[in-house]
């Protein structure tokens, strides 16, 4: 592995429920348990893979689609029930679904019909969340001397 393949954030409390992810370059974002009493509309972590997974696709296919016409919509609406059995909590039956329009003109119908190849492309290899989340890979959770 080599430096640039690194990724990497740090997440901090905040307070009860309530964190701060921060990423290399000083971005952050806000997250909880969703249940924050000052009612606070925070995403929660599960949410925030969900929004992930969307919005790894959604840049995909964005990139491939908008060089040749802006969208007049794009949305990205990524749905998946929230379980807990003998493997323990997860996410099940994870959907992916666009809605994307152009307006008319030679540079939108070549957008739209490049739209279906581009969200297959995105899911089948470009995406690396959702590619991470279907192909599976382990995560090592370790504790620090303090």
Do not use: Q
């Not at 393949?5 to 309530?18: D, F, P």
């Not at 949305?75 to 003998?86: M, N, Q, W």
């Not at 540079?107 to 991470?132: E, M």
């Amino acid at each position: 592995m080599t430096d640039n393949s690194l990724r990497s954030v740090t997440v901090e409390r905040t307070s009860s429920g309530r964190f701060v992810a921060t990423n290399a370059r000083g971005g952050t974002i806000s997250f909880g348990t969703g249940f924050d009493p000052e009612g606070e509309a925070e995403f929660t972590p599960v949410e925030m893979l969900l929004a992930a997974i969307g919005g790894c696709t959604a840049v995909d296919v964005d990139v491939a689609t908008s060089r040749h016409a802006e969208p007049t919509r794009f949305s990205v609406a990524v749905t998946g029930h929230k379980i807990s059995d003998e493997l323990g909590n997860r996410m099940t039956e994870l959907a992916v679904t666009f809605s994307v329009a152009f307006s008319d003109g030679e540079g939108a119908d070549r957008a739209r019909a490049i739209l279906p190849r581009a969200v297959k492309t995105s899911h089948d290899r470009l995406c690396t969340v959702s590619r991470t989340v279907e192909i599976g890979t382990p995560i090592a959770a370790t504790v620090e001397n303090a």
